[in-house]
């Protein structure tokens, strides 16, 4: 037997092994709706993968010194997830600064970043919302609501021009006309300057007061 005849045999017992194929891990992507945020602004972000595995996403988002939120798992069921924020950005809660986005997702991983930045623009905590549609709604007092506003809200935003305590909380008295403001705020129909300077005026004007101290003034 010539060599050549020699080499056929190999080649076809080659030909019988089977090699395991290689099957690559699933990529992941951050898309970013932009990558500068200011206060009383929503972050939001898509994650883009190759292949839908029935894994969830595993998100961490960190800033500058490492400090970062717990696991976040994001269920994955299209090649593209919007991921909405549900709150927006509070000066009480998250620094100035550069923030980053990781994302952990069937053995892939990838990172984004953003900053976030002062735009002195007018921001009400979003405390206020859930205090504010109880209001509306009825189930709290008119004193409650601007003790929650005193509160919570800088006096940079709203000057409530008279303490509120246990004496007098349920002397305060605001005009029934004045919920279409909460309403138009709750529903995004006016910016939280709006607000803030409509509850100013009606404080400067004395529509929104106290009967107890307009007694003693009297």
Request: negative net charge.
């Amino acid at each position: 037997m010539n060599s050549r005849n020699a080499v056929l045999p190999i080649i076809l017992i080659l030909g019988l092994i089977i090699i395991p194929p290689v099957f690559a891990e699933p990529s992941v992507s951050i898309i970013m709706e932009k990558t500068t945020y200011s206060y009383c602004e929503k972050l939001f972000y898509t994650i883009k993968v190759s292949e839908i595995t029935g894994d969830p996403a595993i998100i961490h988002i960190r800033d500058e010194s490492g400090k970062g939120s717990s696991a976040i798992p994001i269920p994955i069921s299209d090649f593209e997830n919007p991921i909405p924020s549900l709150i927006a950005f509070q000066e009480e809660i998250f620094p100035l600064g550069k923030y980053f986005i990781d994302v952990q997702y069937s053995g892939s991983e990838t990172t984004a970043e953003f900053t976030l930045i002062d735009s002195n623009k007018i921001c009400i905590p979003e405390v206020i919302k859930p205090i504010l549609a109880n209001w509306l709604s009825g189930n709290i007092s008119d004193g409650f609501l601007m003790d929650a506003i005193q509160k919570y809200i800088s006096t940079d935003i709203i000057v409530v021009p008279f303490e509120i305590n246990e004496s007098n909380v349920y002397d305060i008295e605001i005009p029934e006309w004045v919920k279409n403001v909460g309403y138009w705020w709750i529903e995004g129909d006016i910016t939280d300057d709006d607000f803030s300077q409509a509850f100013n005026y009606l404080l400067e004007r004395k529509i929104i007061s106290s009967s107890s101290l307009f007694n003693n003034e009297i």
